[in-house]
C-alpha cells in the first residue's frame, strides 16, 4: 500500500448515517474526540432507502465525510427467515447514501460491509483477495449480496470519478447498544441475554443453538469505531480492508465466558440440530495491522462491558421487545431542525 496524505477531520462535518445503531452510537462516541462537526438523522426523519429523500438531505446539509453505517441487522435466523428484507433495506440504503455523496461530491466516505461477503468455505484467515471467489453462505446471502454491491459500487466510483470512497468489513461485533431480542439478534448478546434469564430464574440448563464447535471472531465496537477514524484519516485504496481482533474461539467457549461473566453456574446443552452457519468466520488483519491500527479490547473484558450495559437498560417483563435493548446513545434528531451539543472538542448536529 503507497503512503497517502492523512485526511483531516478538523472542522469537517461528518455524517454517521446509522447514528442510533450500536456501530453508530459508537461512532459518535469515538467522533466526541474529534473537532469535527457530527451531522445524524434518525430514522423517522430521513429514510435511507428513499432515493429523492436521501438526494434532498445531503444537498441541504453538505457533508465533507461520511461513515455509511446504517443497515437492517440481525443474527443468522432472522438472515435465513428474512432474506427479501435484508437484501432490499441494505441495498437500497448503499445505493442511495453512497450515491447521493458522489453527487455532492464529499471529500471521504466510508463504507462499512461485513465478513459475511466472503465465500462460505474461503482459506482461513479470510484475506481481502477471497472476495467474490466462490459460493456465498446460504443463511445470510441477501444481506451479503446487499454488502457486496456497496464495496463494489465504492471502487468504481473510484475507479470512474477518482472519488475517495473506501470500504472495510468488520468482523462479528458486539458492545453497548447491541441488540439482544432472542428472536433477531447475534449469537454473543443472545447468550448474555439467555444466560442472564437462566441465572435469575435459577435454571440449571443453559439452551445453545448448534453444535458449538463453529468458530468465530468477535471485535469489541469501539475497538470499530476506533479503526473507522483510523481508516479515513489514513486509508485510500481500491480494495476494501478488514477490520478483527485477529483470533478465533468456538461457540462452545464464548458460551463458557458468557456464562461465566454472567454468573450461571448450571450445564450447557446445545442442539446440534441447529444449523452452525459457516464452520469458521476469522478475518486476515495483516493489512490494517500494517497500517498502524490494532484491536485493544480482550474478549473477556468487552463481554463484561456488555453485560454492564445489558443490565443498565434490562427491565423484567419486556423480554424479547428490541426496544429495550436498542437504547440510541444518541438521541434521534431532526435534521431540518439540528440541535447543537460541544463535547471533547467536537459539535454534534
Given at each position: 500500500m503507497s503512503a497517502k496524505e492523512e485526511f483531516s477531520l478538523h472542522d469537517k462535518r461528518v455524517f454517521v448515517a446509522g447514528h442510533n445503531g450500536m456501530v453508530g452510537s459508537a461512532l459518535v462516541r469515538r467522533l466526541m474526540q474529534e473537532r469535527c462537526t457530527i451531522l445524524t438523522a434518525s430514522h423517522e426523519a430521513l429514510d435511507l432507502r428513499r432515493q429523492r429523500d436521501t438526494e434532498l438531505w445531503f444537498a441541504r446539509e453538505r457533508p465533507d465525510a461520511v461513515i455509511v453505517a446504517a443497515g437492517t441487522v440481525g443474527g443468522m435466523f432472522a438472515n435465513d427467515a428474512r432474506p427479501a428484507t435484508f437484501l432490499y433495506d441494505n441495498l437500497m440504503i448503499a445505493a442511495n447514501v453512497i450515491n447521493a455523496a458522489h453527487q455532492t461530491a464529499i471529500e471521504k466516505l466510508l463504507y462499512l460491509g461485513s465478513s459475511c461477503i466472503y465465500p462460505r468455505d474461503a482459506a482461513q484467515p479470510m484475506q481481502e483477495s477471497a472476495l467474490l471467489s466462490g459460493p456465498l453462505e446460504p443463511t445470510n446471502i441477501g444481506y451479503a449480496i446487499a454488502k457486496i454491491a456497496g464495496i463494489q459500487y465504492c471502487a468504481a466510483l473510484r475507479r470512474q470519478y477518482e472519488r475517495n470512497f473506501i470500504s472495510c468489513q468488520p468482523t462479528n461485533l458486539y458492545g453497548p447498544g447491541d441488540n439482544f431480542d432472542l428472536a433477531t439478534s447475534h449469537v454473543l448478546p443472545a447468550l448474555i441475554h439467555k444466560a442472564?434469564?437462566?441465572?435469575?430464574?435459577?435454571?440449571?440448563?443453559?439452551?445453545?443453538?448448534?453444535?458449538?464447535?463453529?468458530?468465530?471472531?468477535?471485535?469489541?465496537?469501539?475497538?470499530?469505531?476506533?479503526?473507522?477514524?483510523?481508516?479515513?484519516?489514513?486509508?485510500?485504496?481500491?480494495?476494501?480492508?478488514?477490520?478483527?481482533?485477529?483470533?478465533?474461539?468456538?461457540?462452545?467457549?464464548?458460551?463458557?465466558?458468557?456464562?461465566?461473566?454472567?454468573?450461571?453456574?448450571?450445564?450447557?446443552?446445545?442442539?446440534?440440530?441447529?444449523?452452525?452457519?459457516?464452520?469458521?468466520?476469522?478475518?486476515?488483519?495483516?493489512?490494517?495491522?500494517?497500517?498502524?491500527?490494532?484491536?485493544?479490547?480482550?474478549?473477556r473484558t468487552g463481554v463484561a462491558r456488555t453485560y454492564e450495559w445489558f443490565l443498565d437498560h434490562y427491565k423484567p417483563g419486556d423480554i424479547g421487545s428490541p426496544s429495550v435493548f436498542r437504547g440510541p446513545n444518541v438521541r434521534p434528531q431532526d435534521p431540518a431542525a439540528p440541535r447543537r451539543a460541544v463535547r471533547d472538542g467536537a459539535r454534534l448536529l
Open positions: 442472564h434469564l437462566a441465572r435469575e430464574s435459577g435454571a440449571r440448563v443453559l439452551d445453545v443453538l448448534g453444535s458449538g464447535r463453529a468458530q468465530r471472531e468477535f471485535l469489541f465496537v469501539d475497538d470499530l469505531a476506533d479503526a473507522c477514524v483510523f481508516l479515513l484519516r489514513h486509508y485510500d485504496e481500491d480494495a476494501p480492508i478488514n477490520i478483527g481482533w485477529g483470533a478465533d474461539t468456538s461457540i462452545a467457549a464464548l458460551a463458557g465466558l458468557v456464562a461465566e461473566v454472567v454468573g450461571f453456574d448450571g450445564e450447557l446443552r446445545f442442539d446440534p440440530t441447529r444449523s452452525d452457519g459457516a464452520p469458521r468466520k476469522l478475518l486476515d488483519v495483516t493489512r490494517i495491522n500494517a497500517l498502524g491500527w490494532e484491536a485493544r479490547t480482550p474478549l
